[in-house]
């Protein structure tokens, strides 16, 4: 019997990621609370945020449905969410300039109705060049900040101020691809 895959998500990168590899996913956005606890790290955060998605989406799902859900922060002295605004944007970039930063994401996989829960992190060390503020300026005049955490997609037009990263350009789009895929094959081998 085929499993029906759901991905709680509207993410276009996630959802191209997904059908890079193959899969044609149901595309159900968890619309869930993402304040998080006091103190809470960034790992944690992401961890709690993704299976919060994950059992949010559930509720909604035909059981023995595979429920892949993610959320991903930016970390520098802080947890540095989506923008805001635009100066909430600048300050985030402002922040991660000319230094590194690290991103996490965290996933969760289930199967809707059954006690199987998988959830994981996985963090990638960023460093950023330094860029003008002249350069910050027509970046935020873009649309590409507003949605992101951290206010960048190193995917995108703010990869030129990019100097390397440490770890997985897939966990900074935010979906780790090489350690999801494995488990999401375990998953469906059930």
């Not at 059981?63 to 100066?87: E, F, H, M, N, Q």
């Not at 922040?95 to 965290?106: F, L, M, P, S, W």
């Not at 460093?127 to 002249?134: E, G, S, V, Y």
Request: with cysteine; aromatic share 8%; hydrophobic share 40%.
């Amino acid at each position: 019997m085929k499993k029906n895959i759901i991905l709680a998500s509207s993410s276009p990168r996630r959802i191209e990621i997904m059908k890079k590899q193959g899969y044609d996913p149901q595309i159900c956005p968890a619309d869930i609370d993402e304040s998080l606890p006091e103190g809470i790290s960034a790992k944690d955060a992401v961890m709690f945020l993704a299976l919060k998605k994950a059992l949010y989406t559930e509720q909604k799902a035909v059981p023995g449905s595979i429920i892949i859900a993610a959320d991903t922060v930016v970390y520098k002295d802080g947890i540095l969410g989506k923008p805001v605004d635009r100066k909430d944007a600048a300050y985030m970039l402002q922040k991660i300039r000319n230094t590194n930063h690290e991103v996490a994401t965290g996933v969760c996989l289930l199967i809707a109705g059954e006690p199987v829960r998988n959830v994981f992190c996985d963090v990638t060390k960023v460093i950023c060049k330094d860029f003008t503020d002249a350069e910050l300026s027509a970046y935020l005049d873009t649309d590409e900040p507003y949605d992101k955490a951290g206010a960048y997609a190193i995917q995108g037009i703010f990869a030129k101020h990019i100097q390397c990263f440490h770890g997985s350009f897939h966990t900074v789009v935010g979906f780790p691809w090489e350690l999801i895929e494995p488990k999401l094959a375990q998953l469906l081998a059930l």
